[in-house]
Every structure is written in C-alpha cells, then in structure tokens.
C-alpha cells in the first residue's frame, strides 16, 4: 500500500541552505575533446556539478559557455584547473546560495538484483529516486530494458517508505 | 505479478514501413514567435511532427532549423504554409521511409482518476507508456506531483497486460 | 505621418528599477514532458518567466538547466513547486536587479479587426509592439499569413502616436 | 493602398525545383574559431548556406554538426575544403529536392536612404522582404534602431507593388 | 623539417564510399539519462556514431533528435535497440553516401611517453591527429595540461611524416 | 627545446581581479538578423564579449538569452543600446568578479609570414595562444589549412619563450 501522500504547496520543508561558488567561462578555441577534459578535470578536483552550453558567439563561432558549480573552498584550484587546461583569460565567477534537500541513500532488492535509490523527504512527502548506475548495470546485465528496471527499482523504494 | 518479459535483442517484431515526407527550412529573419505560429499552422495542416533546432549561421546569425515530417500527402500543403507564413525562399523536402510499431489506446482506472496508456508489443514483450495529457489534467486537478500521477498510471497500464 | 524620431544613445529615460529573483537547477532526470509541466506550474505560481537550455552534462547527458525569473516574494512558492515536480536535490537561486521600461496597452483597429499594441516609451522616442496572441488570432481566423496581420497591427499602432 | 491580398491555401504557385547536395559530417575535435574558418571557406567555394548545430556526443562532448548546401556541382569542391580544413575522416552526402519561389531585387528609396528589397510571388500575393545588409547600413549611418529602418523599407517596398 | 606540404583544391584523393544507415527520432518523453544509456547501447550494438540535438518541439518541450549511423547491416538491430529501451513509435531511415579518407594508425614517442596518431593521406597532403584517449591519460599520469600534451604527440607524428 | 614547464595545481599565479557588468534579456520577437545586429552594436559601444543562447520559452518559443559583458562604466550605454534596438521591456543586470591573466601580445614570424601570439604567464608556466585573425589571414592568403598555419605560429611562439 502506497504512503506517499500529497499536499497543497505550503507544506514546511527540512530543506538548508548551503553556499556554492559558480565559475563561468567562455570558450571559443578549444575543440569538444579537450572541454571533455576540461569537465572530467575540474570534476576530478572537486566541482560539484560541471555543464556546457552552446552559445553564439561574434564572428560566427558557436562557442561554448563553461559554468562549474563548486563547494567555495574548491573554487581556487577549479579556477587552476580552468587557467591550466584552457586558454581562457578571464573567469567570472560568483557566490550564491542553494537549498538543498538532505537525502538518504538505501538498498532495495528486486527479481533483477539490488539497486539503490535516493530518498528525500518533505514533512510528510517522500520522493524515491532510482539512482542510475545501479539500474544501468543491471539492464546491462540481464539485456533488459532500462526503463523496466527503473520502474522495478522505484517500486521496491517506494515499499520501503510504506513500511 | 508482471507479465512484461525481456528477450534477447533479436525477437521478431510486427512493425510496419510508412513513407513519410520531410520538409526543412533553415529561418534566419522570423521571430520566435512567428516560428511558434508556423509549427502550429503546419500541425494544423496535417503535419505529424514539427520541430526546431537552433542552427549557428553565417554572420554570427543564431538561426532556426524548422523540420516538418509529414505524411506524403499533405507534403504540397505544408509547403504553402511555409513559403506563405514565412520568407523562405527555398525549401528542401525528401521522402523517408519509417518504421513504426502498431500501437493501442487503452483507457486505465487510478486512485486519482481514469487516464489512457499508449500499449505497443513486439512479440511478447509489451511497453505501456500514459498519455500525458490525461496525467498532467489529473495532477493539476488534485495538485499532486505529476511524476506521482504518471508511475500510477503506469502500474494501472501493466495491470491490464498481466491480466 | 510619422513621429517616431530617433536620437543619439544618452537620451535619459523614464526606465525603473526592480529585484527579482533567479532560480536555477539542472535536470538530469527528467522528460521533456515533466519539465514543459514544470515550466507551466512555475507560471501559474506567479513566475515572470521561465526558460530552459540545453546543457551538456558528465556521462554524456544532453540535460536541461531550468531557470525560473520570480518577484521576490514569489520565489519560495516557486522553489517548493521546483522541489515537488521534480527530482533535484539542490536549487541555486539569487536576487538581482531588473531595470525595466514603463509600458502601456492601447486597442487599435485595423482592417482585420481589433488588436493590442504594446507601447513603451524612453524621453521622446516610441516604440509600438503588437500583442502576439491577437495578431495570431486574427491570422487563424482571415487565414492569412502573421507577418502581414503584424504588419498592419504595428502600422495602426504608429498612427496611434503621430496624433 | 494595399494590394497585397490574402487567398486559402491552395493558390497555384510559380514555385520551381532544383537539386542540391547536403553534405554533413560531425566535428569533435575543431575549435568554434577553426569552425567558423571552414563555414567560410565553404562559403567562398560556392556553397549556398552553412550552418552547424550542437550535438551531444559520446564522451560527454559537445560537438557540432557541420551542414554545408552546395549547388550540386560545388559539391566535390566543398567535400575536399572539409577533408582540407578539418580533421574529419567520413563526410555523409545527398542529393535533394529543393522547391524554391522565383525572386526579384528592387531598389526604394526611403527618408534614410535607399534600401533594396527582395520580392517574391506566388499566384496574386506578394512577399516584400527588406535585405538586411542595407538595412544595417542605414541604421549604423543615422544611428536609428535597426527595426525602424525595415519598417520603412518594408512599407516603401509595399508601395511599389500597389503602383 | 616539415613536408607537410599544401596544395590548390583541385588535388585528386584517393578517398572511398562507402554507404551507412541514418536512423533518426525524435524523443519527447525520456530523461536525459535514459538517452545516455541508449546511446551507449547504440554503440554497443555497432552505431558507428550516435549523436542528440536538442529540438524545440510542440507543447514547448525541449526534446531531443536522436540519430545514429551505421554500417547498413546494423541498421535492423539498431532499430530494435531504439523501440526497447525508448518509448519511440516510429524511427526514421534512409541509406547515404558517406567518403571517407583512408587511415593509418602509427605510435609515436614523446618526452611523456608513448601515444597513436591517426594519419590521413590524400595526395602528397598528411594530417596527422593525436589519439585523444592517449594524450588525456599521459595528461592525467604527468597533471600536464591536455594541450601540452596534444602538441607534443602532434610534433612526433609530424616528424613520421618528414622521414 | 621546450621551456613549457608544468607543475601541480598549487601554483601562486600574478592573475588580477576586476569587476564586469553582466546584462541579460530573453528575446522571443526579433528575428536573427536583428540580434546580430544588435551584438555588433553592444560590442561597438564598448561590451567586452556578448553571446546567445537557445532558450526553450512557453508557447512552443525558441527564444534567445542574449548576455553582454561589460567594464561597469559601460553598462548604462551597453543597456541603452539593448532597448533602443530590442523590443524588450526588462534587462537584468549584476556586477560580477573576474578573475584575469595577465598577457602580453608578441609577434612571431614563419614561413608563411607573421603572426601575433598572445602569451600568459602563471608562475613558470607559459601558455602561448595564436591570434586566430592573423592565422585566418594568412591561411587564405597561401591556400593552406589553417591548422596548419596555426601550428606554425605556436611553434613560432613557443620558440620565443625557450630564449
């Protein structure tokens, strides 16, 4: 039996507020393998969250616009890895807060094997969240559709808060 | 107890071969919003699918790529509307064959209300998928999260596959 | 007769000041559907704006970066329907200002019929900007191409301010 | 007064065919700058229109798709500046059916000066279309909003269709 | 001593054809890391390429085109790959023309160790290309930057070439 | 013989602070042609770099943020030109750090004739980047790659700093 329960918009949440540093930069001479890189890099030395965009830019280039969301005290040597790998000139970059959920990570089992999903809550609200590697491998595993095993995973998740 | 079941990738499937029509057009003086009334003219018209890619053009022009699958008949009509609603001067069209999967439209009962599932089969292997339409209506009806409603219309839809 | 004259850049204008608020998360995890749902719910708890980009994320995932322009007072109901449609953990989110133009609505009548011009304007310089919604309005009903409904709406928004 | 009249849809056009050869071949590995270096290139050999488009690739890089139009006589020439300019290794070529509406240039004179419009018919109706070079050019000269300029060449083109 | 040697457009190359299958569909309903999943299933059932566009479709959805090439004798299981693990009704598909340039891969030795170059010849022209996977993994074992790395890889496959 | 030296990440670099203006607007009602113009504008009242971005807006829009950067001193102007030449009624602005490296621009000659390079130096390190303009000019000029031209100038560059 289902306990995930809805409610109008004003429930009080456990949310907190945390501080990010957002690097940006644009780039305009360097090719798609070496951003690739350059994401795999600043990933590796702590960002918390690495994206491109696409962006059109004087002259005709379709650049791209690099933003790193790093924890602030990774935001020096994020800035190092941007000035190293890239031969940008200049990096904006700001603080800003974020709210964030707490989470809680939890095993499930299903027929396909064990998975693990990411469980937020708000007030009385659960959300179950399949984490993808976990249900990737095994599609891989069993040549079973991806989204068939999310569906499995997600079920035995939300079973555990019906406990 | 679920009935859908996975195979190796070489099951025989029951789908079929269409032709349809492709229409494209790269737009670099119209407005979003013009664009936005041409996709609705060429679906009004009988287009099945119409969309947009942005497109990096000559002049440092940030242009819109407008594609128009259309069934071969109405392929003449769709052009009107093009060469009519915007100032294109040329339009490049090419038949295309497509495989598509015999699909059908099953109406699903839930806690929060009734909804269709789309159901399409390969052999013995079902794929249920909620209309969204009829799940977005419901969770804007009783203001619970659409995600929410979707995975129930979704146990709803394989519930009538295991029957 | 025309008056809208032009005048070099340091014209002083009448424009305002005001703060809104910026919401930004990057979805990894979540259909096309959900976030053009998402986007429509944002709406309709009082977003200004809501726009989305196309990001490249790690794991090759072509992801969307969902930003949400709020009145300030408007940006907590925002982040809890952000936090409830969908799976984000962590929502970024800033205050900033906004300079703006004062505008004024004015019915014209053109050969069409009725439609609404946009009027702003900065010392003595006009700029006329005909409503999109009548304009298509009135082109799906004459069945006759936007461009030129815009056309005669823009031109009879011009007679209104050379009286 | 106006004689640009509206009809239904299914005017009898003047509209011609022609074939032309798309060329397309993914590029990972370029700079936006050597990029826009081969889109003129291209351009100089005799291609009608160049555009590139982001693509998300394998790897997580963001790449571009690189799509040259060629007459289909330029199109060996324009395949050998890609093998030159890039460092691709397999360029995917059709022919393809272009439908295209017969165009006239004519020059109007307007407050700001002359300006050149294209001119294009189908059956009774009449497309006018400012040529942005020249717009831009009047607007950069007399310091007024590039939109004013079209306006007025637009309704000074208008005119010359109602003699 | 560099023979690399430029020459007018006209040279004749010794490049091939060879004929791929394009598949393309548009996805409206799946995230972003299902698509990833299916991408690598793609290549995994032999695509030789698979790319995703992100396109602005209908009820302002910002899905994605998803296209794969490959040899036309994996087209049928591609296909299959694209109706298990999405939710696509119909796929699109056409057989192009792709030249492709021969290739030679060599190894070359530099001061940070050992790296391929892929060369290319047409005429008495070679381009020779640093392996990517070769120069980030010297670039992560010395923290060198990339770029450094490339040129020196680049420099040694160069000097293959003048011997 | 290469002088480049690299070192770990904790390098102390001479890189400098300065402050730019950021302004921001979503565009649904101006055509290409009227936002590059509108680029070029900003860039000649003095912005330091402007770009656009796809943006996926209500109604089916494929709408464009457009961001200019600028000296704080010229941000007024910068704003003025955006309302003068757009149809937007709100600009969004903030002040932002960044962080710059210092450069030294230096000419260099080759067998193809010369070339500036821009050069930047953190600690020991040196990063030598061509100016892709004098790169451009003479790869057209001799009818050569100009990845090859590149190639020569940052052999040419690097030669400067092993003195």
Known sequence: MLKIVSQPYAVQSPQQLEVVAVLETQVDDLSPQVVAYVMEQLLHHGALDVFTQAVGMKKSRT???LTAI???DRAQIC???????TTTLGIRHRLQERTILPREIR?????YGRARV???????IY???????????????HQVPLLQIQRAVQSAGEGLIAI
Do not use: M, N
């Not at 800035?79 to 790998?85: G, H, M, N, W």
């Not at 990411?118 to 009385?124: E, G, H, L, P, V």
């Not at 959300?127 to 595993?141: G, K, N, W």
């Open 70 to 72: 790093c924890p602030s």
């Open 79 to 85: 800035e190092q890895v941007l000035f190293r790998e």
């Open 127 to 141: 959300t179950v969240h399949p984490e993808y590697e976990d249900c990737a491998q095994l599609a891989r595993q």
């Open 63 to 65: 650049g791209l616009l």
């Open 118 to 124: 990411k469980i937020t809550q708000r007030s009385d």
């Open 107 to 111: 095993w499930v089992d299903t027929e």
